[in-house]
Nanobody
Framework: QVQLVESGGGLVQAGGSLRLSCAAS????????MGWFRQAPGKEREFVGA????????TYGDSVRGRFTISRDNANSTAYLQMNSLKPEDTAVYYC?????????????????WGQGTQVTVSS
Protein backbone atom coordinates (compact mmCIF):
# COMPACT_ATOMS: atom_id res chain seq x y z
CA GLN A 1 0.00 0.00 0.00
CA VAL A 2 1.05 3.61 -0.43
CA GLN A 3 1.45 6.25 2.27
CA LEU A 4 0.73 9.89 1.42
CA VAL A 5 1.96 13.02 3.20
CA GLU A 6 0.82 16.50 2.19
CA SER A 7 2.80 19.67 2.82
CA GLY A 8 2.87 23.28 1.72
CA GLY A 9 -0.29 24.59 3.31
CA GLY A 10 -0.43 27.86 5.18
CA LEU A 11 -1.90 31.34 5.35
CA VAL A 12 -1.98 33.48 2.22
CA GLN A 13 -3.72 36.67 1.16
CA ALA A 14 -6.42 36.66 -1.47
CA GLY A 15 -4.89 36.76 -4.94
CA GLY A 16 -1.79 34.93 -3.78
CA SER A 17 -0.43 31.50 -4.62
CA LEU A 18 0.55 28.31 -2.83
CA ARG A 19 1.93 25.00 -4.00
CA LEU A 20 0.97 21.86 -2.17
CA SER A 21 3.01 18.70 -2.35
CA CYS A 22 1.96 15.10 -1.77
CA ALA A 23 4.86 12.75 -1.11
CA ALA A 24 4.16 9.06 -1.62
CA SER A 25 6.03 6.08 -0.24
CA UNK A 26 5.60 2.36 0.15
CA UNK A 27 4.63 1.39 -3.38
CA UNK A 28 5.30 2.20 -7.03
CA UNK A 29 3.92 5.70 -7.42
CA UNK A 30 3.17 5.37 -11.14
CA UNK A 31 0.62 2.64 -10.42
CA UNK A 32 -1.74 5.24 -9.02
CA UNK A 33 -4.00 7.93 -10.31
CA MET A 34 -3.82 10.90 -7.96
CA GLY A 35 -6.48 13.30 -6.79
CA TRP A 36 -6.82 16.38 -4.64
CA PHE A 37 -9.87 17.11 -2.52
CA ARG A 38 -10.71 19.76 0.03
CA GLN A 39 -13.08 20.12 2.93
CA ALA A 40 -14.13 23.33 4.62
CA PRO A 41 -15.76 23.38 8.08
CA GLY A 42 -19.38 22.32 7.88
CA LYS A 43 -19.14 21.38 4.22
CA GLU A 44 -18.81 18.15 2.30
CA ARG A 45 -15.55 17.02 0.80
CA GLU A 46 -15.12 18.67 -2.60
CA PHE A 47 -13.25 17.42 -5.64
CA VAL A 48 -10.43 19.76 -6.65
CA GLY A 49 -8.66 17.88 -9.39
CA ALA A 50 -7.06 14.63 -10.48
CA UNK A 51 -4.59 13.22 -12.93
CA UNK A 52 -3.91 9.81 -14.34
CA UNK A 53 -0.87 7.64 -13.72
CA UNK A 54 1.49 9.51 -16.05
CA UNK A 55 -0.03 12.98 -15.73
CA UNK A 56 -1.21 13.01 -19.32
CA UNK A 57 -4.87 13.41 -18.41
CA UNK A 58 -6.16 15.90 -15.88
CA THR A 59 -9.60 16.79 -14.56
CA TYR A 60 -10.59 19.80 -12.45
CA GLY A 61 -13.52 20.85 -10.35
CA ASP A 62 -15.55 23.76 -11.66
CA SER A 63 -14.62 26.07 -8.81
CA VAL A 64 -10.86 25.82 -9.42
CA ARG A 65 -10.56 25.27 -13.15
CA GLY A 66 -8.23 27.84 -14.68
CA ARG A 67 -6.67 28.76 -11.33
CA PHE A 68 -5.27 25.46 -10.03
CA THR A 69 -2.90 23.07 -11.78
CA ILE A 70 -2.14 19.49 -10.87
CA SER A 71 1.07 17.75 -11.80
CA ARG A 72 3.18 14.80 -10.76
CA ASP A 73 6.79 13.70 -10.75
CA ASN A 74 6.88 9.92 -10.86
CA ALA A 75 10.65 9.82 -10.48
CA ASN A 76 10.31 11.53 -7.10
CA SER A 77 6.96 9.96 -6.13
CA THR A 78 5.33 13.34 -5.59
CA ALA A 79 2.15 15.01 -6.76
CA TYR A 80 1.63 18.76 -6.72
CA LEU A 81 -1.23 21.20 -6.60
CA GLN A 82 -0.33 24.70 -7.76
CA MET A 83 -2.95 27.17 -6.57
CA ASN A 84 -3.05 30.66 -8.08
CA SER A 85 -5.44 33.58 -7.68
CA LEU A 86 -6.56 32.23 -4.34
CA LYS A 87 -9.87 33.34 -2.87
CA PRO A 88 -11.17 33.25 0.71
CA GLU A 89 -13.60 30.52 -0.36
CA ASP A 90 -10.62 28.28 -1.14
CA THR A 91 -9.97 28.03 2.60
CA ALA A 92 -10.13 24.37 3.57
CA VAL A 93 -8.14 21.32 4.54
CA TYR A 94 -6.65 19.89 1.37
CA TYR A 95 -6.15 16.16 0.94
CA CYS A 96 -4.33 14.15 -1.65
CA UNK A 97 -5.52 10.66 -2.51
CA UNK A 98 -4.36 7.72 -4.60
CA UNK A 99 -6.42 5.33 -6.70
CA UNK A 100 -5.27 1.96 -8.00
CA UNK A 101 -7.51 2.56 -10.99
CA UNK A 102 -4.64 4.65 -12.33
CA UNK A 103 -6.92 7.23 -13.86
CA UNK A 104 -8.19 10.71 -13.13
CA UNK A 105 -11.41 10.12 -11.25
CA UNK A 106 -13.49 12.76 -9.46
CA UNK A 107 -15.30 10.43 -7.08
CA UNK A 108 -13.80 10.15 -3.59
CA UNK A 109 -15.14 6.59 -3.43
CA UNK A 110 -12.70 5.55 -6.16
CA UNK A 111 -9.67 6.41 -4.02
CA UNK A 112 -7.93 3.79 -1.97
CA UNK A 113 -5.48 5.83 0.10
CA TRP A 114 -5.60 9.29 1.64
CA GLY A 115 -3.16 11.68 3.24
CA GLN A 116 -3.74 13.41 6.55
CA GLY A 117 -4.50 16.80 5.00
CA THR A 118 -2.92 20.24 5.10
CA GLN A 119 -4.66 23.46 6.04
CA VAL A 120 -4.93 26.30 3.54
CA THR A 121 -6.28 29.61 4.78
CA VAL A 122 -6.90 32.53 2.43
CA SER A 123 -7.45 35.90 4.06
CA SER A 124 -9.45 38.69 2.43
Amino acid sequence: QVQLVESGGGLVQAGGSLRLSCAASGDTFSRYGMGWFRQAPGKEREFVGALNWNGGITTYGDSVRGRFTISRDNANSTAYLQMNSLKPEDTAVYYCAATLRGRDTWSPYDYDYWGQGTQVTVSS
